[in-house]
Every structure is written in C-alpha cells, then in structure tokens.
C-alpha cells in the first residue's frame, strides 16, 4: 500500500523552512502569503563598467533559465518546490511507526510530527508514505512505534534539493533491533551553481575593468587618445564657435579668477561602505535568490542578511560625527543644528510611516493595522538621540587641544564623557528592562523564541521584555506580525525586530559608528594612528562579544541575536565595522588602489535608493513573472537584475549631480 504526505504549514517548520520569505522586507508578495592621486578619472570609465554589469545581470538569465529546464534537473516530484525533497518511508516492520522530526538550527526545540506509515501487511509486503522534507538544513528524523511509543531509531541526515530518497525500516536476522537506512534515489540538483555562474560574471567584469583602466593608463596609449581628441577638439572649434560670426567671447578675466576654496575633504571610504551595506540590503530586501543565507537569521545567529542594517547604522554615526565638525567649524550654532536634527528624524520617521509602510499592500492605511516601528523610523531614532549627544559635546576647533599630557592618547574619549555616560545608563537600562522586567506568563529574563523552542514550555514568550513591552505599547495590530522566528521555530505570536526596546541598543551601534568618526578628526591625515585605532576597537568589540556569547550561537549570557538587537548583536557587527572600514579607509582613501565604484554612488544617494527600491519593488524591471517562480536561479537573476539597475540609476544621478538629502 503507498500513501501519500507533505510537511504541513501549521506546527511543521519543514514546509516553513521552504517557506517563502524570512526577510523583514516590505514586498506585497510576502504580505500576501503572511497574510494569512585624485579620484575622478577612474569614474570617467565606470559609466561602461555599469553598463555591463546590467547588462551582464539580465543577458545571465537565459543561462540560468536554461538551468532550470529538465535537461538540467534530475527526476523529481511534481509537487516539489524550492528547498525541498521526496522522502519516500518504506516500512517492513509489523507495526506501525511515528515520523518526527527536527531542524538542526532548532535549538531546544520538540520534535515535529511528519507523518504515520501502517505497519506492513504481511512479511512478504512492505507499507510506504511518501513525504515532502526540507533541504535548507540538515535535520534529525525520529521513529517511533505505534500504537505503544517505543524509539526505534533516529536519523540525522541532509537532504538535497528536488532530490528522491528512501528510508527503510526493518528488522536484522528477525530479530528485535531495526535498521533504519536512507537511500538516493535520484540525486539532488545543485542549487549553487547559479551563485557560481553570477560570480563568475561579475569577477570577470571587475577584471576587464581593471585591465581597461591599466591600458588606458598606459604612455602611448594616452599619446595617441590626446591626438585624437585634439584633432576632434579643433575640428569642433573650426566648424561651430570660429564659424559662428554673433558669438560673444567672454573676457579672458572669466577664467583667471581664483576657484573657490574646497568645502570638505570627503572620505571615499565611508561612502563606499554605506553602498556595500546599501546594495546588499537591497538585494536581500528584493529575496536574495530565496536562498537561506540571504534571509534573516530565525533567532540566534548570523546570516549575510543580518549584516547590513546595523553597518548602515554604524557609518551613520560616523557621518555625523564628521557633519558635525564641518558646521560648528564653518559657523553654524548648535540651536540652529539641533533643529535640522529634529526635523531630519521627524523626515526620516514620516517617510517610513506613511510612504514605505507594507501595509499598503493590503490596501489602504488604516490604522487599525498600521505598523508603527521599520527600518526608516529606527534610522530617524537612532539619528536623533546621537546626533543630540554628538551636539552636546563636540569640539569645534580640535587643533588647540592639548596633546603633550599623559592622557593625550584617549582624547578621543575623555573629551566626550558626558555622551559616554549617557550611552552607559541607557545600556544599563536595557539590561535592566531585558533581565529584570516580569512579563506574563514567561521566565524573567526570557531571550528565547517561544513557539516550539525551549521544548515548547513558552510559546507565547517570544522575544521576552522586547516582545512584551511592544504589545503593551503598540499593540499586536502596529507591530510586525510575521517574524522570522516563525519558520524554524513555528512561532505565532507577532514580535516586531525594529521594536521598541531593541532601539536602545541601535543607538549604541550609531554611537560606536560615532566614535570611528572622532578618531578620523582627532588623527586627521594620520592613516597609521587612525587604522590602529580602528583595529583596537575591533579587537575590543570583538573580546567583548566572545565573552557574552561563550563563542557559541545559543550557549552563550546574551547571544547574537538580530531580532532582539542584543548587545552581543551590536558588539559583533561593530566588530566587523571598524575592521572593514581599516581595509576600505586603507584601500580607497590611503593607497587608492579602489575609487569605490560601484557601491561609492548609492552610498551618496542612500535614502533616495533605500526609498526607491521600496516603492518600485512590485514594478519592471525590478521584478517580472517568472516562468519557474521555484527555480533559486530565476529569483537570483531576478534580485541582481534589479540590484543592479538601482547602482546603476544611482550612478546616473551621481553623474547629473542630483542627490537626495534629508
């Protein structure tokens, strides 16, 4: 007999790991199914090198297109989907047996009923089920026999995707132990390759760019284009202004006056990197490929996904730091720029309310349902509080302070105390709120997932004080309602990442980004005393985070977790900050091998990219109907197309000189 069965969407986290979206985007599609030497002439020869990466991006597409053809694939359910395999349970056995199972990213987790294979009908037939099995992770299967709950095996294994495989269950020699033994059927195709084929392609692009900048380098090469663009230059003059008898010459007095003087020296490192952090925020906003790694992390841990914000966050602080300086230097008074400050956040908050809410793709706002926290409003609080610290205590002359006394090399610090002692009583208090407030129902101190996680015993704890205190505040109908945490550990209750409590921890990531930007103007032009201060704060953060994590993912006293914002979170991924900003302050700014394009042009024009491609998400050719909407490489294609038309718009309006500022 042969019975049929899938991994349900309820309690089973295996349909949720396939699940369509853990990222916290605002697409419509998502809501739905919730629902339920000087630096300017390499950027004369980028316009090309754009150009070819779009076009790179969307000529790719047939080969991945072709891919994902049946020439391409191995046999395979008809029923599968992206991440997702055929497990057929062949029992001999003459009773029936139990299938469960668990994630191996679960941490504590109970195991998840499959499904139930009958026992055999006779020892010459054997009973089979097929089911349908997640391949994101590897995951641990778990027999039981039935109706009396005996364990006859577990088996930890991990599935390859569109792959066939058998389990078989039988007894050895007649006796009373089971062999349980997974088989291949059909070999799993390899949903890496289009990752590859992407690669490849934009590696050989930045290649030819590199060789066509060395050629153009080149002596004789720069002989002959002089000679050409000379001869061009006075043919043009010939033909149109010595030929044009009513033209007006300007006095020669127009060209002799002097240029004026440069307003600020622009690091080209911190715009590179707020473009590094920009572009790939928009990539796994736009599915990332509906890879796992490009999606936010369920609970503890790190993924690629969970990099970028807290980065953007981090050059924030930096870029205030340095704003700051300029205008106190250039005569504006702190009232004056105090209320930039309010009305900047005030912005930044109304265009993540009103303009990029994902509500709107449920119609229109009401706010019954509005989500009042997002990614905008915590930019615009984050930027608020440090910018009013920074305005609290920032120097305006720093040449005049002294540097011969002992504790001359911790300036950087000692001059801004009472912005330190600020951050330390609102770290205190989210230690305190985190540890120490009783929530309902839950363990003080509560940092789990709730659901089926911590063996199930808090469902309805997840995100502890974080989660308890947006619900009390905002209510369940203003916060987000689909978290991530609902794919592996099959939570339900609506927790919101960009929440209340967690802010508090955002603004400690802008003020470490602050203080990056202090060492930069206290050690201005000495690039060895700024990148060893650098990596000293990279160090630093990075102790710290192994101390509060045990260097494990769940062991640890605070983990790495994005949701919550932790304070592990905020010390890792500032660790990471200050250690790629050395390598792109040494790269772009001191030896200049790199002028930072692509990503140096949406990180001048962040807020207008970050906005645009939230509003445009649903339009071509950022997005279109796919012929295999389960194909990783049709989504791949798909996000990069559209990651890259935003570079290259970015790069356009980087060229017109048009930038949006708030």
């Keep these: 007999m042969s019975k049929q069965g899938t991994v349900g969407s309820g309690n089973n986290h295996g349909k949720g790991e396939t699940g369509e979206n853990e990222t916290y985007t605002s697409s419509c599609e998502e809501l739905k199914r919730a629902r339920p030497r000087e630096m300017t002439r390499p950027e004369k020869c980028t316009f090309p090198l754009a150009a070819l990466a779009l076009v790179a991006a969307v000529c790719v597409a047939p080969l991945a297109a072709d891919m994902s053809t049946p020439a391409f694939r191995h046999r395979k359910h008809g029923i599968l989907k992206m991440d997702e395999a055929l497990l057929t349970v062949n029992n001999e056995l003459d009773t029936g047996v139990v299938v469960s199972w668990i994630s191996e990213r679960c941490h504590q987790c109970l195991y998840q009923q499959l499904g139930v294979v009958p026992a055999a009908p006779s020892p010459a037939r054997l009973s089979s089920v097929e089911f349908v099995v997640s391949t994101q992770h590897e995951i641990t299967l778990?027999?039981?026999?039935?109706?009396?709950?005996?364990?006859?095996c577990m088996v930890p294994f991990h599935f390859g995707e569109h792959g066939n495989y058998s389990l078989w269950l039988k007894n050895l020699n007649n006796s009373s132990v089971v062999n349980c033994s997974v088989v291949t059927d059909a070999d799993p195709i390899n949903s890496f390759i289009p990752i590859l084929v992407a690669f490849l392609i934009f590696?050989?692009?930045?290649?030819?760019?590199?060789?066509?900048?060395?050629?153009?380098?080149?002596?004789?090469?720069?002989s002959i284009l002089f000679r050409i663009g000379g001869s061009m230059e006075t043919e043009r003059l010939i033909n149109s202004e010595l030929g044009s008898p009513g033209r007006t010459v300007p006095p020669v007095t127009d060209n002799i006056l002097p240029p004026l003087p440069n307003r600020s020296k622009r690091l080209r490192s911190l715009d590179t990197f707020r473009g590094i952090s920009l572009v790939i925020m928009v990539f796994v906003n736009y599915g990332g490929g509906r890879y796992w790694f490009f999606r936010h992390e369920s609970w503890n841990g790190l993924t690629v996904a969970d990099l970028v914000f807290p980065w953007f966050v981090f050059i924030m602080g930096t870029s205030i730091a340095l704003s700051t300086n300029f205008l106190l230097l250039a005569g504006s008074t702190r009232c004056s720029l105090l209320r930039k400050v309010v009305g900047r956040s005030l912005q930044l908050f109304i265009i993540g309310v009103l303009i990029i809410n994902p509500n709107y793709c449920q119609g229109p706002l009401s706010w019954d349902n509005l989500r009042i926290p997002g990614v905008l409003q915590r930019l615009a609080w984050s930027y608020l509080v440090v910018a009013c610290l920074d305005l609290l205590v920032a120097k305006g002359h720093l040449d005049i302070l002294t540097t011969g006394a002992w504790w001359s090399p911790f300036l950087d610090i000692l001059l801004y105390w009472p912005a330190w002692l600020c951050m330390l009583l609102l770290e205190i208090l989210w230690l305190f709120l985190t540890f120490q407030l009783p929530v309902p129902d839950c363990p003080t101190g509560y940092l789990g997932p709730g659901g089926i996680g911590d063996m199930g015993l808090y469902p309805n704890c997840t995100g502890g004080a974080a989660g308890f205190i947006d619900r009390w505040l905002l209510g369940e109908n203003h916060i987000y309602k689909t978290p991530s945490s609902r794919v592996i550990y099959a939570s339900h209750v609506p927790f919101d990442p960009e929440g209340v409590l967690g802010s508090i921890n955002s603004v400690l990531m802008a003020f470490l980004g602050l203080q990056a930007g202090k060492i930069i103007l206290h050690y201005r032009?000495?690039?060895?005393?700024?990148?060893?201060?650098?990596?000293i704060w990279g160090l630093l953060l990075g102790a710290i985070s192994a101390l509060l994590t045990k260097c494990s993912t769940d062991q640890g006293f605070i983990p790495v977790n994005k949701n919550l914002w932790s304070l592990s979170y905020v010390?890792?991924?500032?660790?990471?900050?200050?250690?790629?900003?050395?390598?792109l302050y040494y790269t772009v700014d001191v030896k200049r091998w790199w002028s930072g394009a692509p990503f140096y042009y949406p990180g001048m024009n962040s807020i207008l990219v970050y906005v645009g491609h939230e509003v445009f998400e649903e339009y071509f050719p950022f997005r279109w109907r796919m012929a295999n909407s389960q194909s990783h490489a049709e989504h791949l294609i798909q996000n990069l197309v559209a990651t890259s038309c935003w570079v290259f718009i970015s790069y356009v309006l980087y060229r017109k000189k048009i930038f949006w500022k708030i």
């Design 142 to 152: 778990q027999l039981n026999s039935t109706p009396v709950n005996l364990d006859l």
């Design 203 to 222: 590696a050989g692009l930045v290649l030819v760019s590199a060789i066509g900048r060395t050629i153009l380098g080149l002596d004789v090469v720069k």
């Design 525 to 535: 032009d000495l690039h060895t005393s700024i990148m060893s201060r650098f990596l």
């Design 571 to 583: 010390t890792t991924l500032a660790c990471f900050a200050f250690v790629l900003l050395v390598l």
